[in-house]
């Protein structure tokens, strides 16, 4: 089975940016779709936005949109999320999931707070 690692989340302040990375060991990403997710203290974990398995769809969540954008690079087996005019809504903890056939697949997360 595939293992997801998250990387580069951290403080920022209102109206900064970030690059979150989702980067695959033990199997290729290439058949995956692949979804970023977060989740606030306290509430539930929502999806920010997905890629299918070849980059040729995307999915952004309303709240994203305009100001996020997810890409892949199967060769690198790497996804990213890059995170632009960020504000104190979206802290929280980033978590990317592989999906496959039914199956679904969870990094540790990465956490963001961004500060006002």
């Known amino acids: 089975q595939v293992q997801l690692v998250e990387s580069g989340g951290g403080s920022v302040q209102a109206g900064g940016s970030l690059r979150l990375s989702c980067v695959a060991a033990?199997?290729?990403?290439?058949?995956?779709?692949i979804g970023w997710f977060r989740q606030a203290p306290g509430k539930e974990r929502d999806l920010v936005a997905a890629?299918?398995?070849?980059?040729?769809?995307?999915y952004y969540a309303d709240f994203v949109e305009g100001r996020f954008t997810i890409s892949r690079d199967n060769a690198e087996n790497t996804v990213w999320l890059v995170m632009n005019s960020l504000s104190s809504g979206d802290t929280g903890v980033y978590y990317c999931?592989?999906?496959?056939?039914?199956?679904?697949?969870w990094g540790q997360g990465t956490q963001v707070i961004v500060s006002s």
């Open positions: 033990g199997r290729t990403l290439g058949s995956y779709g």
């Open positions: 890629i299918g398995w070849n980059g040729r769809r995307t």
């Open positions: 999931r592989g999906d496959l056939v039914g199956l679904h697949y």
